[in-house]
């Protein structure tokens, strides 16, 4: 890179890596998997431990800050007048919960081998201090710019993005909004969301005692647990469980799989399955306990939704991938989590007609959320001006996803008045109001 600014950057990043390093274990510490909600507190406990200790590192370092009582938080280099228009970095200090597998404290950032391993260390805490550092580059520094820039602090993304949703009811949006929640160079796309419970009837008379497994509706479990009030002599020895025995002459079979992200199933190995198979091919269970089972059986025979019929890909994303997530039993009913990952070739609509065949009479399915698939134009200056600037830095050649005739879907995870400046059109099979992307707006003065 030619420009001569980026000496002075990269000064500033290695004078303050200590500092940085520092910065992210402090964030890291404090666990902030959402909880019960409290007054102040609207994603519980750790969420709003996080996103206050974000807040107290901004201004150690000099920043102005807010915190919309708790919901959403921000630091700024300066204050800025209402209605003056603004750039944006947003992150996030939640985290999901820390699973299973670790061979030290998730919550102890330590360096192995180059790279910082901790829970959030990338998704999101380390990137929200680095945007906290950049902030501070530009007071330090003096320099000045055309729009003033604040770097907000979500504290819910993980799970329902509500503190996008309070930040976007109760403040000016800004008019270009960056996430460095991705892999670089830029993301210019995202897959659409669906997802929910499927719930049994209640199980009366069966051998199912208890049956918990996963974390998190979108990981991939890796262990799991079924409680049967039976012998462990009456069950079938299947591929990746254990038998023990449990109290008053039950067994527990524990099912040991290999865990991973829902967006990137491939290679692992759902323990919830497992059990199922397990189940299944002991032919102990009663007729609705063995109905639910199969509706189970076909959701984690593959993750491309092919044994759902749901497979679906098209020349922008990849292909669908589907996952059952968690299992738990309450008020005699087994409920299993899944999580759904779908391209612009599909409909949140179609989704749910064929997990409502699949279901028939055994499953209901409940709690049912989505959210489109968007992306927005390679060509648009925006991410041009994204891309171009980090090949010059990295001397790659990365390109973002291709330019394609397919609509782009505005939600919320898009918190910017870039969504709103854009034409509206009308689109078929869509479960929202859609737009098509000409170019992004350019700022005025």
Known sequence: MLDSRWASIDAFA???????????????????????????????????????????????????????EGYIGWAQTGPIADGQKYLATITHTDVVPEGNGWDADPYTVRVRDGWLLGRGVADDKGPSILCLYALKYLKDNGVTLKYPVRALLGANEETNMHDVDYFAAHFEQPAFCFTPDAEFPVCNGEKGGFGGELVSPVLENGVIVDFVGGVAHNAVPDRAACTVRLPES????????????????????????????????????????????????????????????????????????????????????????????????????LRQSFDCRYPTSTTAEHLTEMMTQVCGTAATLEDVSSRVPF??????????????????????????LPWAAVPMRVTSRMPSALARSIPTLSCRNSPVPCTVPTRAPRLKS
């Open 14 to 68: 290695e004078n303050n890596r200590d500092n940085i390093l520092r910065d992210i274990t402090r964030l890291v510490a404090v666990p902030s998997v959402e909880g019960t909600p409290e007054p102040g507190a609207p994603f519980g406990k750790g969420p709003k431990a996080a996103l206050d200790k974000a807040l107290e590192i901004a201004a150690e370092l000099g920043l102005d800050t807010h915190n919309a």
């Open 234 to 333: 009456a069950l079938k020895q299947t591929e990746g469980v254990t038998f023990e025995a449990g109290e008053n002459g039950t067994t527990i079979i524990r099912g040991w799989g290999k865990s991973g992200h829902a967006a990137m199933p491939q290679g692992t190995v759902n323990a919830i399955g497992l059990i199922v198979t397990c189940l299944l091919e002991s032919k102990v269970c009663s007729p609705a306990e063995t109905s639910y089972l199969q509706v189970l059986h076909t959701l984690h025979a593959t993750t491309d939704g092919s044994a759902l019929g749901i497979a679906a890909s098209d020349d922008v994303f990849d292909p669908l991938t589907i996952i059952g997530g968690t299992i738990e039993m309450k008020d005699g009913r």
């Open 375 to 400: 992306y927005i134009a390679a060509d648009s200056p925006a991410i041009q001006t994204l891309i171009t600037t980090y090949n010059d830095v990295t001397g790659e050649n990365k390109k973002p």
